[in-house]
């Protein structure tokens, strides 16, 4: 075989394909990234009404907030639904100087649903209504619970407040108060709406009391229930998942004076991220739309890293496959999210399929291929994760051959070497979008001054970064993360998190003081969007 000019031809096809897309990881390639990036954010934020959006975060948590709020969080692919209680800080006591994450936060009555695909493409009204039904049916079940003495009238006062957490695009002045503007991730809303009126009128037809009298299956009296009229809801706070990342992990651990929460950033169905940035480096227009805006100086910011614009440092330098293009091309949204079709989870299985088809087809073999794999998306990047990249090869080929069977085939279409190229064009898929996202995530830290990449013309004497720290101790700069694909995909984290470790090493000797983490905000969209309903009282 090692003689067969044919099989040598083809290996070299294959090579060339996984250095198409593992040919950028590089330091020198990745640092270019990493400040071609920054400078693209400067520009962006500066000149762009449509990225760098602000939002009416002007303050970040103290760790003190109180209360219980009820949460949502919509995401691409899911809902969550569920009460949020914050008891803030013990202070005064020995558990204070030792409080973890959870002594702080008590969550209760999480429900979790899908998002079906009719309900993305469905009318606005619809997708409401369903998301108004599952926020009373969480109600519903902490009425149930509640002992039998309690006041069936109003056990959670006249009215709820309500933080949420909206994973797509949207403008806002206020906290609680947001325009949902074209969504992608897959929904066909693409006009304006008022995201607050939406979700109350989804919710509305649960505030009407019945008066019914009856029993339940277990011949159990439904009385405190049917006469119990659901609360009305008060939206208290509206983010998005980055923000609410951000916002959750700030409020759940107590830093110490050297560590502080930087950046937050979801790798999920898709990606975004939001930092805190000065009020002085943003277009005009946007300072206008903050509520007070003679009085604040720096603004959580919604980035949105991903849309047209953004992937300009991937185009100069010659990052983009053909195969990127091709599914760009083929998406629902062409040239609408570029940078986001290259690194989260809604595609990075489509990246493989189209990839592993183009290199099948091109075997000197007359391989029929499995219809199946000519379908769009018939890939999923969970499949990818949990089985391809998990399973020994005698689950991986039963599942292969359960999913993507050829039809009609004398031979076995799964051999040991296609499963190896599935295999090796995962793995190539998934590391670059790990290193990718790392060299933006160097980038927007270097826009925003908290690290630093040289610059030729610039002075290596510049001072760099926001805290304050003694000289000699090392400052720990904190990236907030959430979602799917950075939580579940083997490898995925660790890649990211040393690739960034190693650009900002080697960015600028004023680095040496800097260290920059990941730390995963755990179910932050929920979280955070009850933190932020709780801090009504420092936001305007």
């Known amino acids: 075989m090692d003689g067969n000019p044919i099989a040598k031809r083809y290996q070299d096809v294959i090579s060339e394909a996984l250095s198409a897309f593992n040919g950028c990881l590089t330091e020198s390639t990745l640092l270019d990234l990493a400040r071609q990036f ?140 947001a325009t949902l503007l074209p969504m992608g991730k897959g929904f066909a809303i693409t006009s304006n709406l008022n995201l607050g009126e939406m979700l109350l009128a989804g919710y509305s037809r649960h505030l009407v009391e019945s008066t019914t009298n009856g029993k339940n299956g277990h011949g159990e009296s439904n009385k405190k229930r049917r006469l119990s009229k659901l609360p009305r809801i008060r939206i208290a706070a509206i983010t998005n998942d980055t923000v609410a990342t951000f916002a959750s992990l700030a409020y759940a651990v107590k830093a110490a004076p050297n560590s502080r929460v930087a950046m937050g950033l979801i790798v999920g169905t898709g990606t975004n991220a939001t930092v805190p940035m000065n009020v002085g480096v943003l277009h005009p227009s946007k300072i206008d739309e903050l509520a007070d805006s003679r009085n604040v100086e720096t603004i959580v910011i919604n980035t949105e890293w991903t849309i047209r614009g953004t992937d300009k440092p991937l185009i100069d330098l010659n990052i983009k496959t053909k195969w990127d293009l091709q599914l760009d091309r083929e998406s629902t949204a062409p040239g609408f999210q570029p940078f986001e079709y290259m690194t989260a989870g809604r595609y990075l299985g489509e990246i493989v399929r189209l990839v592993f088809v183009d290199l099948v087809s091109q075997e000197a073999t007359e391989a029929k291929l499995p219809p199946s794999l000519t379908t769009k998306n018939a890939i999923l990047t969970r499949f990818l994760s949990e089985v391809v990249a998990r399973a020994d090869d005698v689950t991986l080929v039963k599942e292969l051959e359960k999913r993507y069977a050829p039809l009609d085939s004398p031979t076995a279409f799964w051999t040991p070497g296609r499963i190896k190229l599935l295999k090796d064009i995962s793995y190539a898929v998934q590391q670059r979008s790990s290193a990718l996202i790392a060299a933006a995530c160097v980038g927007l830290l270097d826009c925003v001054h908290d690290i630093r990449i040289d610059r030729p013309d610039k002075s290596l004497t510049e001072k760099n970064g926001n805290g304050d720290y003694t000289e000699g101790e090392i400052e720990e700069l904190v990236i907030a993360y959430a979602g799917g694909t950075i939580s579940q995909y083997p490898e995925w984290l660790d890649t990211c998190q040393r690739w960034v470790g190693t650009l900002v090493t080697k960015s600028s000797l004023s680095n040496s003081s800097k260290r920059v983490v990941l730390k995963e905000a755990l179910d932050g969209g929920i979280i955070g969007a009850g933190v932020l309903a709780g801090m009504t009282d420092d936001i305007a």
Request: with cysteine; hydrophobic share 35%; charged share 25%.
């Open 38 to 177: 920054s400078d693209t954010y400067g520009d962006l934020a500066k000149h762009s009404t449509e990225h760098f959006l602000v939002t009416p975060v002007t303050a970040l948590p103290t760790g003190k907030e109180n209360g219980k709020f009820l949460s949502i969080d919509v995401g691409g692919t899911n809902l969550r639904v569920g009460f949020i209680e914050l008891l803030g800080e013990l202070e005064g006591t020995a558990q204070a100087a030792q409080q973890t994450p959870p002594s702080k936060i008590k969550r209760s009555h999480d429900k979790n649903w899908s998002i079906e695909e009719h309900l993305k493409i469905d009318q606005a009204q619809d997708l409401f209504a369903w998301i108004g039904d599952c926020i009373a049916e969480v109600i519903t079940d902490a009425l149930d619970e509640l002992p039998a003495s309690e006041s069936v009238e109003s056990p959670f006062g006249d009215e709820l407040l309500l933080g949420i957490t909206f994973s797509f695009p949207m403008a806002q002045k206020r906290l609680s108060e």
